[in-house]
């Protein structure tokens, strides 16, 4: 992440300001916590050092705190709203934190400045996150043009193909992904997706049992419920997510499914209450929040189910759906209070 005009910059400094020193020796011995403590101390001494920021938020990044590293860049950018490399590190900042419209803007910028490969391959991951997928494609084109054997470039392309209905076309890339790694669970389980949409639903099983027996985690998991779901088939569906709940219980998609699979069964407060841990477990998903504001509308709590579609329209202005949605509250509360009259 480490741009040259920052690394010069780093240079410099490195003899003027011992607790940067201090920070940067920490950095290059992978000792995070450490390394972090002395930047701190470095941006108190001079709050002007743009270097001693970004190093900063660089680290935070490299902690896993993308909370931290998102304040930290925002600091930065108010001394230096162009500061070399730091728009790059903002964006993948945000596709962490879920923010990935605003993630796209980031990664905008930084790729006009400085067109690298993992900033394509992040903007086309955070166009599919965003429910755009058909921008993702001239990404992962551009970089399977100079490097065709790139596995998360064939991932996400047949990814987005996936979401764009082309399930034909993306079995191609997993094809691809799978020659190389027969053994590689998510190329498996995308390609068992897109079998099941082809309506080949032996191969479907076959290539989910194969993930299944070489990593049973909570994602390949949840991709047969989904598929199950789909089927109507809602005792495998629902034993899918008891086994991803027992894989990763704090992964908030899994209570999701689980009241998406109540909601197909039409047991709404069920729903509601699976809703519920999920967001628990991530306030900020957006998904989640439509769907309790259907369950909730069905049992007639239209409050709640307002108040859940705001959520969404505080996060995301532009949300068809959840406009589409409020509308929907708004007439059967009116027909509610017509026939009680």
Not at 174 to 203: I, W
Not at 284 to 312: H, P
Request: glycine share 4%; with cysteine; hydrophobic share 45%.
């Amino acid at each position: 992440m480490l741009c040259e005009a920052h690394a010069q910059e780093a240079e410099a400094l490195l003899s003027t300001a011992p607790a940067y020193q201090k920070g940067i020796q920490y950095y290059d011995q992978e000792d995070w916590p450490e390394a972090a403590r002395w930047l701190r101390q470095a941006v108190a001494e001079d709050p002007q050092n743009e270097a001693a920021w970004y190093d900063l938020a660089l680290v935070y990044f490299k902690m896993n705190d993308y909370l931290e590293t998102e304040l930290t860049l925002e600091k930065l950018f108010s001394l230096n709203p162009l500061h070399a490399g730091a728009q790059g590190l903002y964006g993948l900042t945000l596709y962490h934190r879920g923010a990935f419209a605003r993630a796209i803007k980031a990664f905008n910028y930084a790729i006009e400045n400085e067109p690298k490969k993992e900033l394509r391959l992040a903007r086309a991951y955070s166009y599919i996150a965003a429910g755009s997928p058909k921008y993702a494609l001239p990404d992962f084109d551009e970089i399977l043009y100079d490097d065709p054997g790139n596995f998360k470039a064939c991932l996400g392309k047949g990814a987005a193909l996936m979401e764009l209905g082309q399930h034909k076309y993306a079995i191609r890339f997993f094809n691809r992904m799978l020659d190389f790694d027969p053994g590689h669970t998510e190329a498996l389980t995308n390609r068992a997706v897109s079998y099941f949409y082809l309506g080949e639903q032996e191969k479907s099983a076959a290539d989910f049992e194969l993930a299944l027996s070489l990593k049973p985690t909570a994602a390949v998991f949840i991709a047969e419920a989904k598929c199950n779901l789909k089927a109507k088939n809602f005792p495998a569906a629902s034993a899918d997510i008891k086994s991803a709940i027992r894989s990763s219980p704090e992964n908030a998609e899994v209570y999701f499914v689980l009241g998406e699979i109540e909601m197909a069964k039409g047991a709404y407060r069920k729903a509601k209450q699976s809703f519920d841990i999920a967001l628990d477990l991530d306030h900020t998903f957006v998904d989640c929040y439509l769907s309790r504001s259907e369950a909730v509308a069905m049992v007639a709590d239209y409050e709640m189910a307002i108040e859940d579609l705001y959520q969404v329209l505080d996060r995301e202005p532009g949300n068809k759906k959840a406009k589409d949605m409020l509308l929907w509250v708004y007439a059967k509360m009116d027909k509610e209070i017509l026939l009680s009259k």
